[in-house]
């Protein structure tokens, strides 16, 4: 079975304690090259992973090694740039959420994905876990009957709050990043892969802390200004025909007991828990069986491989292998650009704003 070569670009804290970490569960996967503009973590990423290639530009990467698929887990406004240059490159992609910060960039490297005949896999990796799978099963298959309401949220207390990093995080808080495309965008494509497309969005956000301090980690101490982007969001999505959602995200959020979703149809409710023993808790209220109660799902089908965070490069593979779209597709990818950049506007203005993208 072939070995494919991987290289990646944007060392930092997911790529050194998720992606590295996890790299050697994929046995047809294989490091061969490493990328950052500091000379710090590629030598890092060498010594650490022992990777043979490492490079400070993408063009020399690019040009020097010999490598198939490209992972781009680099700050969030460096991955147009990076994933246009891989795609022209005629590199299959793995990118980082989001894979732009509009919908016109993102319909450019769709197009030019399609015109290099390359596979292209975005960021997040929330439709190849099996608890949302399921969940998307259930719903697709009438189970709890039409959806009412779903309920989403992503937030925590923001990326200087105790996680222990070794880069600066300060670029979180400036324009072309944030917490509505650091975290929002992971509720959002939660509920848009279970429900489908919005056609609606409203919000209100507001700032909640305009100065902070990290916490831990590398720059323990240091002062961020934060107030140059909103970072405590209340959105609601309408997705037509009597469904509407609810999703809170934002740096705000120091701890909470919240689901991170609930789906609420005309026969029951499905909730995603974190508890691995019971990944969803399913309610069914079916008058016809008389039946009424929260139930104990048991498989039916054999089980989905585990997931993990590196099934994205797993799933890519398998995608450039069979030829069909990689499962976490950049359309849905758009889509939540498109629904963002209106949220934005929107926590401006306080205006309606209609969804023109699908998936
Ligand atoms: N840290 C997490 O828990 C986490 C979780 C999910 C998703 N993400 C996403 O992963 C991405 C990276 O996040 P992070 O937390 O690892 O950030 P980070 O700041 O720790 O690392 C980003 C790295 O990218 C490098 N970089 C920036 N521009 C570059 C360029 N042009 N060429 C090469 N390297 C470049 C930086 O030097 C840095 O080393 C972001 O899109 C973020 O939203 C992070």
């Not at 802390?209 to 107030?227: C, M, V």
């Not at 959105?235 to 705000?252: K, P, S």
Request: hydrophobic letters at 40%; glycine letters at 8%.
């Amino acid at each position: 079975m072939k070995t494919w070569k991987i290289a990646i670009v944007g060392l930092g804290d997911i790529a050194e304690h998720t992606y590295m970490a996890q790299m050697h569960r994929n046995s047809r996967a294989e490091v061969v090259a490493c990328c950052d503009i500091k000379p710090d973590r590629t030598a890092l990423f060498q010594k650490k992973f022992g990777i043979p290639g490492a490079y400070s530009k993408i063009e020399d990467l690019l040009e020097k090694e010999d490598f198939e698929i490209l992972m781009d887990t680099a700050s969030i406004p460096a991955h147009f740039e990076l994933n246009m240059k891989a795609l022209k490159a005629g590199k299959h992609l793995y990118s980082q959420k989001p894979i732009g910060l509009t919908v016109d960039e993102a319909t450019e490297m769709i197009t030019t994905a399609e015109k290099m005949g390359v596979k292209f896999a975005a960021a997040p990796i929330h439709m190849l876990r099996n608890d949302i799978r399921e969940a998307k099963r259930l719903i697709d298959g009438g189970v709890i009957g039409k959806v009412n309401l779903a309920r989403a949220m992503a937030a925590h207390g923001g990326p200087e709050y105790f996680q222990y990093r070794v880069n600066d995080p300060s670029w979180f808080y400036e324009p072309g990043a944030g917490a509505l495309y650091d975290l929002g965008v992971h509720a959002l494509h939660m509920v848009t892969g279970l429900l489908g497309p919005a056609k609606k969005v409203i919000c209100t956000a507001t700032v909640s802390s305009p100065l902070r301090t990290i916490r831990s980690g590398n720059f323990d101490g240091k002062q961020i200004h934060s107030n140059k982007l909103f970072d405590n969001y209340l959105i609601h999505l309408d997705f037509g025909g009597g469904t509407i959602a609810d999703v809170t995200t934002g740096f705000c959020i120091k701890a909470t007991t919240a689901p991170q979703l609930e789906i609420y149809g005309e026969y029951g409710s499905i909730i995603l828990t974190d508890d691995p023993k019971q990944p969803l808790k399913i309610y069914i209220d079916n008058p016809d069986k008389k039946i009424r109660g929260w139930i104990d799902e048991q498989p039916q089908e054999r089980p989905e491989p585990e997931f993990y965070q590196c099934s994205c490069i797993a799933d890519l593979i398998e995608a450039i292998e069979n030829n069909r779209p990689p499962r976490i597709q950049p359309e849905h990818a758009r889509h939540v650009i498109d629904l963002i950049c209106n949220i934005e506007e929107c926590a401006r203005d306080g205006k309606v704003r209609q969804l023109t993208t699908s998936f």
